[in-house]
């Protein structure tokens, strides 16, 4: 059986076994408290569609294969969403948006069709995120879902990685409205900390959204721009960034600069690359994320 | 008539002025070292400095705006067109350090950085 078939029964033996699921021991119970019923959505990022380059020679099938994937899971997740660089940048902004409409027609295939979106640099940071919103919507934003509070920040429409005033004020008056033991996911393009800043991978006032936060008692961050696992925590609150869908980075600190990228390996095409099915777990402490590869 | 207090002050007054009308003896003028930004890539890409010899970096950019974000040696700045940002710096440690450009500035953003080398 591919692993991109595995229903949610098997995934919860997964979870009992070590196998592919990330059990989120380390992570707050964020969605613990929710539901009270089986509950699970997918997180698919940094597709950068328009790409051509050889860290990744079956770029314009990757996508489709994503979607492919998505759509044979056994069980079908609630929403998928998107954190960011969903196109590859461009400076030319006829061809952005040819590429957004692009990625929005392949999409439309998968079999989910609450999507949502967030944009990340590639998307936003050369036209503040003007195309993005032509053809997505805004990009920040919040809604409920299963009894969880979902915030979803921008955090790279200001080429200089800044969420921004307005947005955290923004912020800081939505989570007043919040219980502290409300669980609350926050989705973001770029790490909230500061994981590897040589390589830029932080966000400029990251620190002042996660200051927002720390009051809240659960927690959890789902981000993406690193093109790479990645789990960590700030006091309670849990970060995880995805696998890409374009090519894997190496891992922070790993090479002397942050290019170039994983090279493509012929022997093992798609390695690295996946996305992620997050639910509430089979004890209200333990969300779990379970990786699927592409590979 | 000036009391002795008054006198006093005038004295370390006019000492004071007198000190700062000398030429002599004051420290060197830091080296500047500017470096421009353009997409994607700073000139020069590698610089070699002296552990504790102070320096300044002019940085200016040529086409757009870049950043400049040196965070083992706490430096992080803005870098403008037509603009030149002075940026002192005393190097405190020995190594190779990584600067990059942190505000995106287009398809190759990720390759524009460069080192600077601090030798003792």
Redesign the interface.
């Known amino acids: 059986m591919m692993k991109s078939d595995l229903d949610r029964r098997d995934f919860l033996k997964l979870a009992g076994c070590g196998g592919v699921v990330f059990a989120a021991g380390l992570a707050s119970p964020a969605y613990l408290a929710a539901a009270g019923r089986d509950f699970h959505f997918v997180q698919m990022t940094d597709t950068h569609w328009g790409f051509a380059g050889a860290p990744n020679p079956e770029a314009r099938t990757t996508l489709p294969r994503a979607v492919a994937a998505v759509n044979a899971l056994g069980r079908q997740p609630e929403f998928i969403m998107f954190t960011g660089d969903l196109t590859h940048t461009t400076d030319d902004p006829k061809e952005r948006r040819r590429r957004m409409a692009e990625f929005k027609d392949i999409v439309k295939e998968l079999r989910v069709k609450e999507l949502r979106f967030i944009p990340g640099e590639h998307d936003a940071s050369l036209d503040a995120g003007e195309a993005f919103k032509e053809f997505f919507g805004r990009t920040y934003y919040t809604f409920d879902h299963a009894g969880i509070h979902f915030i979803a920040l921008d955090n790279v429409s200001d080429p200089g990685a800044k969420i921004g005033r307005a947005q955290l004020d923004w912020l800081a008056a939505d989570l007043a409205q919040q219980s502290k033991d409300q669980p609350i996911i926050v989705l973001a393009h770029r790490p909230l900390f500061d994981l590897y800043p040589d390589w830029d991978w932080a966000t400029a006032d990251g620190a002042a959204a996660l200051d927002l936060l720390m009051p809240y008692r659960h927690v959890t961050v789902f981000y993406g721009h690193i093109h790479q696992e990645h789990h960590h925590t700030t006091g309670h609150i849990a970060h995880h960034a995805a696998t890409s869908l374009i090519f894997p980075q190496p891992a922070p600190g790993s090479q002397p600069k942050r290019t170039p990228p994983v090279a493509w390996n012929p022997a093992a095409p798609f390695k690295g690359l996946g996305f992620r099915d997050i639910a509430n777990g089979p004890a209200p402490d333990q969300p779990a994320i379970r990786e699927v590869p592409l590979a | 008539m000036l009391g002795r207090q008054a006198i006093a002050a005038v004295v370390a007054l006019a000492t004071a002025a007198a000190g700062a009308l000398t030429p002599a003896r004051a420290a060197p003028e830091p080296a500047v070292i500017r470096i421009s930004a353009k997409k994607f890539e700073y000139t020069p890409a590698k610089i070699v400095l002296k552990k504790g010899v102070p320096v300044v970096l002019e940085l200016t950019a040529i086409d757009r ?1 870049h ?1 400049f ?1 040196m ?2 040696l706490g430096i992080r700045s ?1 870098v403008l067109p037509d603009q030149t940002v002075r940026v002192p710096l005393t190097p405190d440690k020995p190594g ?1 350090f ?1 600067f ?8 190759g ?3 524009m ?1 460069g ?1 600077i080398v601090v030798e003792e």
């Open positions: 705006i950043g974000k965070p083992a803005d190779t990584v990059a450009c942190d505000v995106f500035c287009g398809d953003h990720e390759d950085d080192t």
